[in-house]
């Protein structure tokens, strides 16, 4: 069976480093969910005035990666506090950006991904932010992962049994996707860092870190990167062609409706010309039989004056 490490062999000074020069223990999760904290603790300081800075304001603080050296049962390790996903101030996607930079410093791969969770319910919003990260570091990384609860009653702490009775359908689904490895931060607010229930439960943090058998490489996190760049092309592409097709419709539809526009327009000349000509014959058909009334008119009067002549003349003769 194995050995609980009960005292943490930790370097007095943990140090700050800016590069990563062992494996790393990366601490990821939603914004003020506890990982600076969870960090300090790792590294055997104060929970809230150790290096990684903590705060209970209500912004994010954390908002880049930091890291911290230390050695665990003789082997040296990094610590490295990451900023939280669902931060107010910043798209999750710069954020995991952020991570993915310090992801490619470790050379020397990834000992565990420490996923930390709040205790209560497991929100829709809890399920995106682990969505969100597993996508993030590809299904592999759920090998190496460990899922922590910070912000537990007292009883749930001191009898973990009393927490997992708790857990709802997803969140037992998914410990399952990483083994069941999980485990309780203590409650800095409650618990000494001397007392038993507090060591024993960091212990068991350690122990499963240390427990991990292989490390999450950066070829690992490469090809998940370059998968994901290969999907997010496609999708590009997909959306620009459609955007293309659409633009095409849209530019046919214009077309043809402008060309019937036209169409109507000079049906419409069409038929006003024809109404004009028509107008304009009928009235020249009126002039004419004006013309013809006036000439025929003048025609009777002249033969009027004819006959009066012939008249007079017969009379006269
Ligand atoms: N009740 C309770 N509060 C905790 C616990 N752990 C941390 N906190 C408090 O939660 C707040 C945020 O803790 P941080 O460690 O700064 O959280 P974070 O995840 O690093 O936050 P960001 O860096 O902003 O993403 C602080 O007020 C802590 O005091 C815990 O186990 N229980
Ligand atoms: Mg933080």
Sequence with gaps: MQEFILESQITPEATLCSDICSPAILIVGKTGAGKSTLGNILIGQPAYE????????????????????????????????????????????????????????????????????????????????????????GPESLGHTIVVFTKCNIEQTVDPSVMSGAFNEQLRSLLST????????????????????????????????????????????????????????IIEEDRTWAAQQEEDRLRNLAQNEALEALERRRAEQRRQAQQELEAAAASGQNRLNEQVRNLEAQAARQRQDVEEMQRRINNAG
Aim: proline share 3%.
């Design 50 to 137: 150790g290096p990684f800075k903590t705060s209970n304001s209500f912004d994010s603080v954390s908002q880049e990666c930091e890291t911290f050296g230390m050695f665990m049962a003789d082997r040296h390790l990094n610590v490295v506090d990451t900023p939280g996903i669902f931060d107010t101030e910043r798209p999750d996607e710069v954020t995991l950006a952020k991570i993915g930079e310090v992801v490619q410093l470790c050379s020397y791969g990834i000992q565990a991904i420490i996923f930390v969770l709040e205790a209560g319910r497991f929100t829709a919003e809890q399920e995106e932010v682990v969505r969100k990260i597993t996508e993030y570091f």
């Design 178 to 233: 990483v083994d069941g490895r999980w485990a309780i931060v203590p409650n800095p607010d409650v618990f000494d860092e001397r007392d038993d229930v507090f060591i024993q439960q960091i212990s068991h943090i350690r122990q499963m870190i240390l427990q991990m058998m292989s490390v999450y490489t950066i070829a690992l996190f490469e090809r998940v990167r370059q998968t994901r760049e290969t999907q997010s092309r």
